[in-house]
């Protein structure tokens, strides 16, 4: 997948004119869209719809400023054909699901919580709160839960979205640590 392609300022700006003329009716139109993005890529059950959903919007967005000229029809469906694309692309890389733990290994969950607990403590407050919030509820409850914390914190999903990949990576590299310790 192209995820190394990050939207620019013009080819927004070019994707918000395609979908309406008004600035605010183009972002209202932005969110709908994505928000069924969303919706589409969760009842496919991918597990990561809203990445899913972020680089569908890319991709038609690296397109809305040649296409919107002969385009006919509403642009949400545009969206959404490109959508079907990247979930086939999702479906060929998908990983193989983890097996099941078996109960007859060892099975090291209690040392593995200690590690996690013991990093949490060490984050700020304001970032552990964060992640927990982040990673907090499921489906539709996870979704408004995250779109509250934006809210909260005066930032939008994509920022929102990266400060937690960022906490959680340090987190696994401080429960890895940790749980070296614990078995070497």
Not at 22 to 39: F, M, N
Not at 72 to 93: Q, S
Not at 119 to 128: H, V
Request: proline letters at 5%; charged letters at 30%.
């Amino acid at each position: 997948m192209k995820k190394n392609w990050v939207l620019s300022q013009e080819s927004f700006d070019a994707l918000l004119q395609w979908l309406a003329p008004d600035r605010e009716q183009a972002g209202q139109k932005y969110e709908e869209i994505r928000q069924r993005l969303i919706r589409i890529f969760t009842a496919r059950g991918c597990h990561e719809p809203e990445d899913l959903a972020d680089e569908t919007i890319n991709r038609a967005a690296d397109k809305a400023g040649s296409i919107s000229e002969d385009y006919v029809g509403d642009p949400a469906l545009y969206f959404y054909a490109v959508a079907n694309n990247i979930h086939l692309e999702y479906l060929r890389r998908k990983p193989a699901p983890t097996p099941p733990i078996k109960l007859d290994e060892s099975n090291h969950t209690e040392e593995e919580f200690h590690c996690l607990e013991q990093c949490l403590s060490g984050l700020a407050p304001e970032s552990r709160d964060l992640v927990v919030r982040y990673y907090q509820d499921e489906k539709k409850a996870k979704i408004n839960q995250r779109k509250l914390l934006a809210r909260n914190l005066g930032i939008g999903p994509n920022a929102l979205r990266i400060r937690a990949c960022r906490i959680r990576a340090s987190l696994q590299k401080c429960v890895e640590k940790c749980l070296g310790q614990h078995f070497v």
